[in-house]
């Protein structure tokens, strides 16, 4: 170097940022090959590996020459086995709960009170779509019917509040068929004589195809009726729930627990006629009901 020439700066190639990775990813900068590579390999008579090519061709020949069928019932097999671990894989994770004490349960305080005020709810309450109702999630229903309450809850019933070819298709192990307020009323209040049929039941819980309507309009019959029945606040059946997303929501959760295992919607098209029927006939009974109670009301009943 000559004396009094600046000395060359070697430079350095500046470091690429992730962030500038992620933007050459996206533009295709980095998926380009170099050329000199493929000027090499295109010379060298470099490709791709012999065996992958043969198996990537008798793979393409087997999907060819498989019907079609076949291949539905394939997936459908591999999505039925998927649902069946799936709910294998959560009544372990319930079955390995811890059992429920009552001394672990939190004071009244700070946990939603029953009916009657008189302590907190047993089960753990879940936002719904009425405010003026408690709901509960299916995986509380699960845990009830394996016993993960017993030491709190001595005796619960399940009202299904659907028509009964839905209730037939498929339905919660034990629960109650209940689809008008007559059958509602001959169930918990069946006599003036004994207000409280079923004072020892602790929970009640009701839902339909959804828990939408028919579960929570049943679940507030019986309310009205425990509080015409005692003076308030006193009540019958202190502790109602609403399953949240009804049955539907259950039956893709918990198989399992339903008998026969299987779920007809309200409006498949199959049971069109009987639908019609069975409204029909709560609308009569509802009219011969509403006008028996305005006859009452006139005479001072």
């Known amino acids: 170097m000559k004396k009094g020439q600046t000395p060359s700066r070697r430079t350095i190639s500046k470091p690429i940022r992730l962030l500038d990775k992620m933007r050459m990813k ?97 089960l753990p309450i879940e936002d719904g779509k009425h405010q003026d109702l408690k709901y509960i999630s299916a995986h ?77 309009k049943f679940c507030r019959s019986l309310r009205r009726m425990d509080r015409n029945a005692n003076v308030y606040p006193n009540l019958c059946f202190p502790e109602l729930y609403i399953l949240k997303n009804g049955y539907k929501e259950f039956f893709q959760e918990f198989a399992t627990f339903c008998e026969p295992r299987g779920y007809i919607q309200m409006h498949h098209k199959d049971y069109r006629e009987e639908l019609h029927m069975i409204r029909r006939k709560v609308r009569l009974v509802a009219g011969r009901r509403r006008r028996k109670g305005l006859f009452q009301m006139a005479n001072g009943y």
Request: charged residues 25%; neutral net charge.
């Open 26 to 122: 996206v533009e295709g900068n980095l998926h380009q090959p170099d050329k000199k590579h493929e000027d090499g390999c295109a010379r060298s008579g470099v490709n791709s590996s012999p065996l992958k090519q043969l198996c990537e061709k008798r793979t393409e020949q087997a999907d060819r020459q498989q019907p079609s069928a076949q291949k539905k019932r394939k997936h459908s097999n591999h999505g039925n086995w998927e649902t069946d671990q799936r709910q294998l894989y959560t009544l372990r994770q319930l079955s390995c709960f811890q059992e429920v004490n009552v001394k672990q349960i939190p004071d009244s305080e700070e946990r939603v009170l029953i009916g009657d005020f008189s302590k907190a709810c047993a």
């Open 140 to 216: 509380s229903v699960a845990a009830l019917l394996l016993g993960l309450y017993e030491h709190v809850i001595h005796e619960y019933i399940i009202v299904d509040c659907r028509y009964p070819y839905e209730y037939n298709g498929g339905h919660i192990k034990g629960a109650l068929n209940l689809y008008t307020e007559e059958q509602l009323i001959s169930t918990f209040f069946p006599s003036q004589a004994s207000p409280c049929p079923r004072k020892h039941c602790r929970v009640i819980i009701f839902h339909c195809e959804f828990s939408s309507e028919r579960g929570p």
